[in-house]
């Protein structure tokens, strides 16, 4: 059974580049038909997919933060990270990695138990 998990500092001040890490166990984020996803949720707001990046090592994300948005990946130590540049309070929210099965309609069948990031000065 895959398992995720999201580590990273829970204080990043405006301006500043937010950094989170997944790192995955029992499974490789390099099995062929996988994507592995930041999501994140805002209080009071839904969830908001902000990208993800292919077992092939490509990378698709949300138009909404793509020239903020980097993720990139460590296949040595099974891990994938997150970068988001010049956050505002507005990033403030809890972050989730997840693991899509892309030949099954993008479905997310794991999840980890999210980090919350709070931008404040």
């Known amino acids: 059974q895959v398992q995720l998990q999201e580590s990273g500092p829970g204080l990043v001040k405006p301006s500043q580049t937010l950094s989170l890490t997944c790192r995955v166990s029992g499974g490789s984020i390099r099995t062929i038909n996988t994507a592995w996803s930041w999501i994140r949720q805002a209080p009071g707001k839904g969830p908001e997919w902000i990208g993800y990046i292919f077992h092939s090592g490509s990378t698709h994300y949300s138009p909404a933060r793509k020239n903020r948005t980097s993720i990139s990946r460590d296949t040595s130590n099974n891990q994938f990270t997150l970068q988001l540049r010049s956050v505002t309070p507005e990033d403030t929210a809890m972050y989730y990695c997840?693991?899509?099965?892309?030949?099954?309609?993008?479905?997310?069948?794991?999840w980890g138990q999210g980090t919350h990031v709070t931008v404040s000065s």
């Open positions: 997840a693991r899509t099965l892309i030949d099954s309609g993008h479905v997310i069948d794991s």
